[in-house]
């Protein structure tokens, strides 16, 4: 799980008080989980305060380890009441979506629930937060490039030998 401090900035320089992630790149980018797209929709919902996943309940393991709120659904009750519960105390005038990826299941649950009801699109601060690396993944890059280096000689001491 990253460490949501630069994506809450990037959300306050938008005036954004809540920002909806679903299934894809950017969720797996922010919480290292992998989910896809199903009839059961999932939602990770990061506000300035605190983070919350609305899931199914057969997926609720792949979080545990975050020890982020979650409210979870089956499929007899299906996600209404779960977006229900989360909206329960909170109302945002603006939500920020992720417009390529989210569907209108999520968009519809999130309006219906009372969520929000003007949405924004907010693609934007994936690609910028994208250009912030902590100091491990600078690491990681450098030890890339040197791993990448010398496996580019290695190949090119071998071809000069054959030539």
């Keep these: 799980m990253r460490d949501l401090t630069q994506?809450?900035?990037?959300?306050?320089?938008?005036?954004?008080?809540?920002?909806?992630?679903?299934?894809?790149?950017?969720?797996?980018?922010?919480?290292?989980?992998?989910?896809?797209?199903?009839?059961?929709?999932v939602v990770f919902i990061v506000e300035m305060d605190k983070a919350t996943f609305i899931l199914p309940e057969l997926e609720s393991a792949k979080i545990s380890k975050f020890g982020l709120d979650s409210i979870t659904y089956n499929d007899k009750e299906g996600p209404e009441g779960a977006f229900r519960k989360f909206s329960n105390s909170k109302t945002f005038s603006e939500v920020g979506i992720e417009s390529r990826t989210i569907r209108h299941l999520e968009l519809d649950l999130l309006q219906r629930t009372g969520i929000a009801s003007n949405f924004v699109d907010s693609i934007d601060i994936f690609a910028q937060l994208r250009m912030y690396k902590s100091n491990d993944e600078l690491s990681f890059m450098r030890t890339a490039v040197e791993i990448a280096e010398k496996s580019l000689e290695n190949v090119l001491d071998n071809i000069r030998r054959y030539l």
């Design 7 to 41: 994506l809450r900035k990037l959300m306050q320089l938008n005036s954004l008080s809540c920002l909806v992630v679903v299934p894809g790149p950017n969720m797996s980018y922010l919480t290292g989980s992998k989910f896809h797209l199903s009839e059961r929709p």
